[in-house]
């Protein structure tokens, strides 16, 4: 593994750990800390599956549960109906028997259903009855409860068409103590078949005009919907809201007749400066379209036009340029320690620079001292400090990390555009963790505009439904280049050593080992000197550019084995260098590795590798030719052009985009 990407494994465990007890203990109270300290160190053991102890719905569900018991707060139940007293009755008895009845007070809204339907409700015990004398829509009967509920007390918009499951309230409430500026809160929703119908809000990507659920129609144990953290909006039919939220935004707004006054209201939220987020733990049934078809009305046309009049420019319009029309794009790291993807980040930020834009670094780790970087650096103590920084700026905002992409996100809701720079489908890093794997997928939200690296990249993005801009990496030909003044040995290997799994370093040792004596010397270079253990090995330890290029010009053989690799800059580096390349398809490197014409492609088999090595030391014709097409090859990646293609795709987001115009039916989820 990266030692980037242990980093980030282990950042959510340890990182600004003081600060995390204390916001657990002032926003869930002291039994929320004993039992997290309790159960803490076994998450590192085999009980940690056998208990459900790390994170995941079920496990937050017992810790809530725990919690509620303690430190559970009054709250008031809205459910807003019409001509549904049978479906109320039916939710009324289950918030009972589900929620501490002494801590929760229920109220029905009545949107003017008529005097039979009003009778029913009256005979439902332990409720507050709120009659409207007219039909006034969703938003407006909505208001009627919320009126009435009892101040400052938190309140539940509850659609009568629900059905809650144990601790769905604990979870609710338990959700609003992750941060002082959580607000609202959604649960996951469910089909009464148990396929998911809601886990978050998002725009429609096909249909702009309107939004939709994420991960709609997913089994209900998806993986990526049992990720908690922040969403555009809470469905109404499910929403949990702070009172001082209540206090600060206010009530719904009455004119959206059928239709879009959730997103408004949690959009409004976000601009005071709260935040909405989703909590899977928290899980109700939800028969949608019991009370409301698919069939668009005149109320939901209105209430369309109503939206995008409003939020149309907040969407659209984002205003990321300087006054002299250059650009303002800020990239976000989790660190900023020697590595291949740090270095394209650093050559973007650089480019960008020196072509007059204002291009910055903000990032967890310190200025690094490996790179020339010619742009600001600002450094972060934790992610909350940084979104607290960044969210107010209007800049493009990048992810260069799924770690990185909640915090740019959540900066990007209100200010800025959301980019991610995949330079790998990070899941290769976590194989033998799922949970971490449900994390980065739950990472590549469908709001990022995405650039990618390598077009096996962006062919694993599309299966996810994510359309990338391919800019691929480019090459310092200045500081990797053949060298006049350097002999090329007939007999060294020379290889990346490094320990992580996917560089498959074993593989390169077994070819070697295989060779015929006397074998070629093999040199490594990185930062894991202790990979040199057998005799006739020899390490470099964190060599310079010029050290790594005068390495590479010295090299008979430069062997790449890797199972996986997201582009593999350290190949083409090799190309330009001249050196003679042997190689695995390692997916990434497809497109500028070419077998038998700029390098040898053998099976990813010791055999094999080594016969591809041996062929190479007998043949120096051959080894000249392959080196004199790398150089060719890597010429076509010099940065300029990379730069160029990176400015247009950035000028290009940053133009206002035009809204669809509206359509006379909501997308039916059965057809889709």
Sequence with gaps: MPRSVANAKHHGRFANLPRRVYLTYKYRGISSVLYRTFVFPLRFTPLDRILNLGPGPGRDAIAA?????RHGRPVTVVIPSYRDAKLVAQLVAKIRETTTRSLVSIIVADDASGLEHIAALRDIEGIELVEGEHNAGFAA????????????????????????????LACLQY????GPDIGIVGAKLLYPDNRIQYSGTIRNPDAPEWFDHRYRFKPSDFGPANVSGPTLAATGACMYIRGEVLDRVGLFDEEYGMG???????????????????SPSAQLHHHESITR????????????????????????ERQVLNGDGSLRVVYVTHDTVVGGGHRVVFEHLNGLTERGHDAQLWTLGTEPDWFDLRCPVRSFADYDALVAALAPLRAIKVATWWATATPVWRASVVSGLPVYLVQDIETSYYRE?????????????????????SSWNQQQLRALGLNAEL??????????????DSSRSDSMLLAVGRSNPLKNLSLTLDAWMRLPHPRPELCLFGIEPKLARKPGIHYTTAPTDQEVNKLLNQATVFVQTSAHEGFCLTALEAMAAGAALVCTDAHGNRDFCASGKNCLMPEAKPSAVAAAIGRLLDDPA???????????????????PRIDALEHFMFEIARPRKIAPTSDAVPDPRRR
């Excluded at 963790?433 to 690296?453: C, G, H, I, S, W």
């Design 65 to 69: 549960r725990w919690w509620y018991r």
């Design 141 to 168: 009967n909505v208001n009627r409860g919320l009126r009435a509920a009892h101040p400052r007390t938190d309140v539940v918009l509850l659609n009568s068409d629900v059905i809650p499951l144990r601790d769905w």
């Design 175 to 178: 959700a609003t103590g992750g």
């Design 260 to 278: 879009y006054e959730d997103v408004d209201y949690c959009l409004r939220a976000w601009e005071t400066g709260y935040s909405v987020v989703y």
């Design 293 to 316: 078809g698919i069939t668009v009305g005149e109320r939901e046309r209105k209430s369309q036009r109503v939206f995008w009049r409003r939020w149309g420019t907040f969407f659209d």
């Design 433 to 453: 963790y799922p949970e971490v794997q449900d994390r980065v997928l739950n990472a590549y939200r469908p709001e990022f505009r995405y650039l990618t690296t």
């Design 471 to 484: 800019i691929s990496p480019g090459i310092d030909l200045g500081r990797f280049r053949p060298l006049s």
């Design 622 to 640: 051959l080894r000249s030719r392959l080196g004199q097409a790398g150089i060719a090859t890597a010429s076509t990646y010099a940065w300029g």
